[in-house]
């Protein structure tokens, strides 16, 4: 379950600055540094506006879900 308090904690720790998003391509809106690309040569920063963080930060968090279902509540008796 997507816990939308953490991801909401996560967002608010980035320190966002005016730039161009990565993923939306999205031009001077702010962005945060969220990751490089690292080759043997080079490496590029990779800058992500805040909608694009929240959704990459759900996708992360999803794939991290326990695979279990959660626990639901069913009444003590069988009804038949
Ligand atoms: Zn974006």
């Known amino acids: 379950m997507t816990d939308y ?3 909401e904690a ?4 980035y320190d ?5 998003c990565f993923r939306c391509i999205r031009t ?4 945060a540094h969220i990751g490089d690309i ?3 040569d080079a490496v ?3 800058f992500a ?5 929240e959704a990459l930060v759900v996708m992360h968090d999803r794939a991290h879900e ?14 038949y």
Do not use: F, K, N
């Open 49 to 53: 506006c805040r909608w694009c963080i």
């Open 44 to 46: 590029t920063p990779l």
């Open 10 to 13: 996560t967002l608010a720790g």
């Open 38 to 40: 690292t080759s043997p």
């Open 28 to 31: 001077e809106v702010q962005v």
């Open 16 to 20: 966002y600055a005016l730039g161009d």
């Open 5 to 7: 308090g953490r991801i």
């Open 66 to 79: 326990p695979l279990g279902r959660m626990y639901v509540d069913t009444p003590r008796e069988h009804p």
